[in-house]
């Protein structure tokens, strides 16, 4: 793809998805039921209901936390900044197909009802290459997390220390501010993860995922991080695969879509057989020797 028609798909993509916003600002805001839910959480005791009606807040306390920050501004403001923060994260993951993803259902709805699966999306993205922006996966919606295995199976231990530290320190800010939610927070989490139309539960979903997020580690495969992160999502419905969105990000030369964090493939089956003492030692000198510098760095 020439750089012209790059950067036009790009413009006319960010152009389409800004008229959805405008034209939401100006007839009523639209649906933005989910980010309604996250507006009005009530810090005191953000899991009185239970449930995935509308209205229920279903997320960990320390996004209670940063929930309760959104209401310091009007509602509008709220939803309109939300929008255009999930067109930037479409624009950035996406690039030139954010223009034919924008009018699928997933992702247009997505926009409209003000979920977080496009931050997650960047997020996971984001993650590879700055492991501590995975916190924001583990504070939302923690079983998506399984795309963590990445870092598991390349014994990444420094990018996992990273992540998981920051996830802490908003853990413990929340224990400290909002102590009374984690109780509540652990009931909810007590109850079986629902399902709506027919669809796999989650606890059919996650070996799947972590199946996928294994595989796509030993293969550098960095697009079936995302595909993990959609197969872990606690609650799967029809607006789940706008998350999907985030694979795109290595199909062009975007922002996002640099070499992840940690050793590449090859260095992983490298590892692997070194320890395999059946191996003549003559094969894994000459194995050593080999470099395919341009396959790595692709990590497709």
């Avoid at 960095?222 to 029809?238: C, D, K, M, Q």
Wanted: hydrophobic share 55%; proline share 7%; glycine share 8%.
């Amino acid at each position: 793809m020439g750089r012209i028609l790059r950067d036009t798909l790009i413009v006319v993509g960010g152009a389409t998805a800004l008229a959805f916003v405008l034209y939401w600002a100006v007839s009523g805001l639209g649906a933005p039921w989910d980010l309604k839910a996250y507006y009005d959480v009530n810090l005191a005791d953000p899991y009185h209901q239970q449930d995935i009606a509308s209205g229920a807040f279903l997320y960990a306390p320390p996004f209670a936390l940063f929930a309760a920050v959104l209401r310091l501004l009007p509602f509008a403001v709220v939803v309109t900044a939300w929008r255009l923060g999930q067109i930037a994260s479409l624009l950035a993951l996406a690039g030139p197909f954010a223009i034919f993803v924008i009018f699928s259902y997933p992702v247009a709805s997505e926009l409209n009802l003000g979920n977080v699966n496009l931050y997650l999306a960047l997020a996971a993205v984001a993650g590879l290459r700055w492991p501590a922006v995975w916190s924001f996966v583990l504070i939302t919606k923690p079983s998506c997390g399984v795309g963590l295995l990445w870092f598991v199976v390349r014994r990444d231990w420094q990018a996992l220390r990273k992540c998981l530290a920051a996830t802490a320190g908003f853990v413990v800010a929340s224990v400290v501010l909002i102590p009374g939610a984690w109780v509540g927070y652990s009931t909810l989490l007590m109850h079986p993860a629902p399902t709506l139309d027919g669809m796999p539960v989650l606890w059919i979903r996650l070996p799947v995922a972590a199946a996928v997020a294994v595989i796509g580690s030993l293969r550098n495969w960095r697009p079936l991080v995302v595909v993990a992160v959609w197969l872990g999502l606690p609650i799967w419905h029809p607006v789940s695969p706008s998350v999907l969105v985030g694979a795109a990000a290595f199909f062009w030369q975007g922002p996002l879509g640099g070499r992840a964090s940690g050793p590449g493939r090859v260095s992983i089956v490298r590892s692997w057989l070194g320890r395999q003492r059946w191996i003549p030692s003559s094969a894994l000198e000459r194995l050593h020797r080999r470099r395919r510098p341009g396959r790595i760095a692709r990590g497709l």
